[in-house]
């Protein structure tokens, strides 16, 4: 069956049994399949189906595993396979030649310009749905908001990016990172020595391991990244309480993930570049001093401890520094 009678289709079963087009409502059939293909699986259709699986008209949802057209068209959504992208129909493909949309090009207040996924479909149309209902609130609840980019860009990005060969950055890489989500997922498949593996128990099992990933994630920004932005508010209003320079803020007790809220408040406080240091203490009362970086995920620093400092550890620290009580400054 070609992709546009695949659309006659499914448009004619819609409007037979009442379905809403509208993929941001909820259908009026309780879901009971998940289309995507059979053979080998990747991160994407296995991340797409876990999420999809999160919401409650495909909670109990089977995959069914296949290339052939007439099982698909049995479906209730398909992710993955049967070569047209249309949301109204429930289909959530991205391999074909005409595809090219990205997270912004869907809507234009999204920064990302990658090529999507099917991970990547599935989440713009029902990742804010997903959050919600890991999060147990309502989807216009405005964490759901803030970590519907954040989730994207820490995780549907690389999967989006790896599985259309994207490539991480210009040029030859200094090292490979080959212990990825994308990576742990492709081990999960059959060796190409190995008979006799039921590989829709694998698939599951790729499932379990994606989900417990996404649902990590969701949790910790949740639960621990955004709650800290108060903190590190608080810090830079009282910084001068630290030092007259305003160069250095404390969080006191308040180890916490401080980089990213502490880089976008400057820019929120028109005082972009003004800190350098940022104290707090670790599980152990110690206090750590670290450095601000250029900007996220930079090992370059604004301004850096002492390069004479570097590599030594107590008595040698103290005494090289003048400071008593020391306990070592990184070799880097």
């Known amino acids: 069956m070609t992709a ?5 289709s499914r448009l004619w079963k819609m409007a037979n049994v009442g379905m809403s087009t509208n993929s941001n409502k909820l259908p009026c059939l309780d879901k009971k399949k998940i289309g995507t293909h059979n053979g080998t699986f990747h991160c994407d259709e296995v991340l797409a189906c876990y999420m999809l699986r999160q919401l409650p008209e495909y909670k109990d949802a089977e995959v069914v595993r296949t290339r052939d057209p007439a099982v698909l068209e049995e479906c209730d959504i398909v992710v993955d396979v049967g070569g047209v992208y249309d949301a109204a129909m429930h289909m959530y493909d991205h391999h074909q030649r005409t595809f090219g949309d990205t997270m912004n090009s869907l809507n234009s207040s999204h920064k990302w ?4 996924s099917s991970a990547g479909l599935v989440y713009f149309h029902f990742g804010r749905r997903v959050i919600a209902e890991l999060l147990q609130c309502g989807p216009d609840d405005k964490l759901v908001t803030i970590l519907y980019d954040k989730v994207y860009e820490s995780i549907l990005l690389e999967v989006d990016a790896i599985d259309n060969g994207v490539n991480i950055c210009e ?3 200094n090292y490979k990172i080959l212990t990825g989500l994308s990576s742990r997922v492709g ?3 059959p060796k190409w020595n190995e008979d006799g593996v039921d590989i829709q128990t694998r698939f599951e099992k790729a499932m379990s391991l994606i989900g417990a990933e996404f649902s990590e994630c969701v949790d910790f920004y949740s639960k621990s990244w955004w709650p800290a932005r108060e903190l590190v508010l608080d810090a830079i209003n009282k910084r001068k309480e630290v030092d007259e320079s305003g160069a250095i803020v404390s969080l006191g007790d308040g180890h916490c993930p401080w980089t990213e809220h502490l880089l976008n408040l400057e820019e929120e406080l028109h005082c972009v570049g003004e800190i350098k240091f940022c104290l707090f203490t670790d599980q152990n009362k110690t206090w750590i001093v670290k450095c601000v970086p250029v900007h996220k995920g930079s090992f370059a620093n604004r301004l850096s401890l002492l390069s004479a400092w570097c590599g030594l550890e107590k008595d040698e620290l103290s005494a090289k520094s003048g400071i008593p009580h020391c306990k070592f400054v990184h070799a880097n």
């Open 4 to 8: 546009l009678l695949q659309q006659k």
């Open 171 to 173: 040029g030859t890489p």
């Open 187 to 189: 081990h999960l498949n």
């Open 113 to 116: 310009t990658t090529k999507l």
